[in-house]
Every structure is written in structure tokens, then in C-alpha cells.
């Protein structure tokens, strides 16, 4: 299946400061990535879509000017948490839509997540 | 978007085959069934998805029922690293505006494997 990598694996960070987590399409162009938030034994709940070329569309409750959201390529998009502090602290994991084979329809591939810890 | 249900968690021995249910009775003619499962700490990986008929691929078999108001993932042999949270959500691909695309995860059913 396609790769799907993120950057950082893991950060820690002082409140207040900014944290950019980087999510790339390896071995396919995306011209749609997702940005999802998983906070301890609940489910993933999406946070924004990220469309190569354009601004990104927010789920409700999900504040813009804090995660600022750049698809400036077909293989990276970037999550910039601004201000973060503690209640940011979660498991923030991207996918990216790979374009379809076989006639099938497209279909998502999940990146390993970056663990955001905010003291 | 349409719901899917799900048990909150079954148990399975290594070696023997898993049928994880799931049932979408407001399932659209549109809607693609996809499963992705989750180990802790990781992202989640892509299991299969269908739209009417049956699936096979390495990783599991997909059993979509003739009125596609239910399906079934089944793992033919489970193994230890079987052990993990599996999502059965539903897909428009055709869905326009915000929605194009999405993936609504639910609680999915956390599967147990016992040596």
C-alpha cells in the first residue's frame, strides 16, 4: 500500500511556543490530506481537510488561527499548532488521499502520528 | 453521513478465523464500506473496503450482505498482531463540499487476541 510518513515521531514543548508537524506522501501525489486529533481512548475526530493549492476547510469547533494548516505541494502538508498549551497535548495523526486504481475508488492512508506533549 | 455499528470489543484465539460484524443500515447506494484497524501508538492502517460485492485481499476478506445493510471483516487466521481497534466506516466518494472524502471514524471494536 502507499506510504504515508509524519515528522515528528514525538515533541515536546513549552506552552506557548509553536510546534509544525510535516506530513508526507512518499510514493504518491495527494492533492487532498486530512488532519486528525486523538486524544487517550477515544476515536480519531477530524480536524481539518487540506487541499493542495487552496485553504484549508475546518470541522466545526476547530479553530483556525491555531492550527494553521499548509498544503503547499502534492506530497506535504504541514500542521502548525500556534500558542500551544497543555489541553493541545494529543496524538495528532494525518492521512492522504491516494487517487484510485483498478477503476475502485480512492482510498486513505493513515501516517504513524506525532505524540504532542505540552508541559 | 450514515452510521455504522459496532461491537465495543471481542476476543479471538491466535490461529482461528475472526468475523468482526458491522451493521449500516442507512447505508446510501453510494456509500463504500472501508476498514482500517489501529495498533496503540500508531496511526490507522487500511484493511479493505467494498461497495456491493465480496473482497479478498492479504490482509483479510470482506463479506458485504446482499442488501449491503451490513457487512463482516474476517480474518482467516488470527494472530497476535491481529490484536487491535477495527473501524468500519462508510464512504461517499461522490459527497461534495466539506464533506468530499471524509472519514468519520466511530469507537470501532477492539479486538483481542489470546495466545
Known amino acids: 500500500g502507499a506510504v504515508v510518513s509524519q515528522h515528528p515521531s514525538w515533541v515536546i514543548c513549552k506552552s506557548g511556543t509553536s510546534v509544525k508537524i510535516e506530513c508526507r506522501s512518499l510514493?504518491?501525489?495527494?492533492?487532498?490530506m486530512f488532519w486528525y486529533r486523538q486524544f487517550p481512548k477515544q476515536s480519531l475526530m477530524l480536524m481539518a481537510t487540506?487541499?493542495?493549492?487552496?485553504?484549508?476547510?475546518?470541522e466545526q469547533g476547530v479553530e483556525k488561527d491555531k492550527f494553521l494548516i499548509n498544503h503547499a505541494s502534492l506530497t506535504l502538508s504541514t500542521l502548525t499548532v500556534t500558542s500551544a498549551h497543555p489541553e493541545d497535548s494529543s496524538f495528532y495523526i494525518c492521512?492522504?488521499?491516494?487517487?484510485?486504481?483498478?477503476?475502485?475508488?480512492?482510498?486513505?492512508?493513515f501516517g504513524p502520528g506525532t505524540r504532542l506533549t505540552v508541559l | 453521513d450514515a452510521k455504522t455499528t459496532q461491537p465495543n470489543s471481542m476476543e479471538s484465539n491466535e490461529e482461528e478465523p475472526v468475523h468482526l460484524p458491522c451493521n449500516h443500515s442507512?447505508?446510501?447506494?453510494?456509500?463504500?464500506i472501508h476498514w482500517y484497524r489501529q495498533l496503540p501508538s500508531q496511526g490507522p492502517e487500511y484493511v479493505i473496503h467494498?461497495?456491493?460485492s465480496n473482497v479478498n485481499n492479504r490482509m483479510a476478506s470482506l463479506a458485504i450482505a446482499e442488501d449491503r445493510k451490513s457487512s463482516t471483516l474476517i480474518l482467516h487466521r488470527a494472530t497476535l498482531r491481529d490484536a487491535a481497534v477495527y473501524y468500519c466506516?462508510?464512504?461517499?466518494?461522490?459527497?461534495?463540499?466539506?464533506?468530499?472524502?471524509?472519514?468519520?471514524f466511530g469507537q470501532g471494536t477492539i479486538l483481542t487476541v489470546h495466545p
Open positions: 487540506s487541499n493542495e493549492g487552496s485553504k484549508a476547510t475546518y
Open positions: 467494498g461497495l456491493t
Open positions: 466506516i462508510l464512504r461517499d466518494p461522490n459527497a461534495g463540499g466539506t464533506s468530499y472524502g471524509k472519514l468519520t
Open positions: 492521512s492522504a488521499r491516494a487517487p484510485p486504481a483498478g477503476g475502485n475508488t480512492d482510498t486513505q492512508y
Open positions: 510514493d504518491f501525489q495527494a492533492t487532498t
Open positions: 442507512t447505508i446510501s447506494g453510494t456509500d463504500y
